[in-house]
């Protein structure tokens, strides 16, 4: 891992998240990315206290998963997290699920979230002090190439086309 990113997480593969084919399940992966996405909030100070005391969270509005290679039960994790663009109310990011021990890659999680009003259920800014926190993490990670996972299109042999179809 780079030492540049974020490392806010680890966990271990918990038996529970097995599946029947001896290694950890797509939905457990989703879990774990969304326990290293939680230590970002707490970090950048809009975890569950900010929740509570504000009324405002964050949403995912989008989110692509890399499977890289398999994790199996008892697998240290360790997740570095990658601030690749903030706004007034959104984040992007990137986390990379790496083998705790070992350090290869085992999976990416690109996301982009939302600040939301929960009374209201709409958009708002983010609070000053964590965009610019964020923003900051952000430019100091700017010089790091950028993950090949990043802005990836699903399909087999996918294209756009140079026209919309007739």
């Keep these: 891992m780079t030492d540049s990113l974020l490392r806010l997480h680890t966990e271990n593969v918990r038996p529970e998240w097995i599946d029947y084919n001896g290694h950890m399940n797509v939905a457990y992966y989703v879990l774990a990315f969304d326990h290293a996405t939680d230590r970002l909030l707490d970090h950048a100070g809009l975890g569950a206290a900010y929740v509570k005391a504000e009324n405002r969270s964050v949403f995912v509005l989008e989110m692509h998963v890399t499977y890289e290679r398999e994790v199996r039960q008892g697998d240290p994790l360790a997740f570095g997290t990658r601030i690749l663009g903030v706004d007034a109310k959104r984040v992007h990011l990137m986390h990379a699920m ?69």
Excluded: Y
């Design 98 to 166: 790496h083998h705790g021990t070992e350090g290869w890659l085992a999976a990416t999680n690109e996301l982009v979230l939302m600040h939301v009003d929960l009374g209201t259920r709409r958009s708002c800014p983010l609070p000053d002090a964590a965009r610019l926190l964020l923003e900051g993490i952000g430019a100091a990670q700017s010089a790091l190439p950028m993950p090949p996972q990043v802005g990836r299109v699903i399909g087999l042999g996918f294209r756009k086309p140079d026209h919309p179809p007739a």
